[in-house]
């Protein structure tokens, strides 16, 4: 049985996300599983930090903006006339837009006097991340797995990239 983090191998982890306040942004409810070696499972800076370390090891890792969701642009922020939108339009509600910086995915932030704002930037963005993790489990990944670069779950084949 592996327990030792190396490069293609399945990593478990049991984590907290806080900001520097300490406000719990995710409470990690759920363990998160990634495929460890370079495969954007994680933020590279984690899966630097965990490179090596055992189950049962604890250690926590602060991201700063840019080594996680990016830093703040305001120019990914826009007020647009309400007309251009449903309207069933409401806050929170998220679209793509392709620009020259690709697709984006866009949120309503808000709604007043027949405008919508409508920002870019990842609800994260700009906010220093601390990962407080316990190495819960360590595996050889399968030849599937390494293939298509993720993990596989028992129960429906795929699992989700839970950090990106």
């Given at each position: 049985?592996?327990?030792?983090?190396?490069?293609?191998?399945?990593?478990?982890?049991?984590?907290?996300?806080?900001?520097?306040?300490?406000?719990?942004?995710?409470?990690?409810?759920?363990?998160?599983?990634?495929?460890?070696?370079?495969?954007?499972?994680i933020?590279?800076?984690?899966?630097?930090?965990?490179?090596?370390?055992?189950?049962?090891?604890?250690?926590?890792?602060?991201?700063?903006?840019?080594?996680?969701?990016?830093?703040?642009?305001e120019?990914?922020?826009?007020?647009?006339?309400?007309?251009?939108?449903?309207?069933d339009?409401?806050?929170?509600?998220?679209?793509?837009?392709?620009?020259?910086?690709?697709?984006?995915?866009y949120?309503?932030?808000?709604?007043?006097?027949?405008?919508?704002?409508?920002?870019?930037?990842?609800?994260?963005?700009g906010?220093?991340?601390?990962?407080?993790?316990?190495?819960?489990?360590?595996?050889?990944?399968t030849?599937?797995?390494?293939?298509h670069?993720?993990?596989?779950?028992e129960d429906?084949?795929?699992?989700?990239?839970?950090v990106?």
């Amino acid at each position: 049985m592996q327990d030792e983090i190396v490069k293609n191998c399945v990593v478990t982890l049991d984590y907290t996300v806080t900001d520097p306040d300490g406000a719990m942004i995710d409470d990690g409810r759920r363990p998160l599983i990634y495929l460890h070696g370079g495969y954007d499972g994680i933020f590279p800076k984690l899966e630097e930090a965990l490179h090596g370390k055992k189950v049962g090891e604890n250690l926590t890792v602060k991201l700063q903006p840019e080594e996680a969701f990016g830093d703040y642009d305001e120019k990914l922020v826009a007020v647009e006339d309400a007309d251009m939108f449903p309207e069933d339009a409401e806050v929170g509600m998220a679209f793509e837009r392709v620009s020259d910086a690709g697709e984006v995915l866009y949120r309503v932030t808000d709604i007043a006097d027949g405008k919508v704002v409508v920002d870019g930037n990842h609800p994260l963005a700009g906010t220093a991340l601390i990962f407080n993790m316990t190495v819960t489990a360590v595996r050889a990944a399968t030849a599937e797995e390494l293939a298509h670069g993720h993990t596989h779950d028992e129960d429906d084949g795929h699992r989700e990239h839970l950090v990106h």
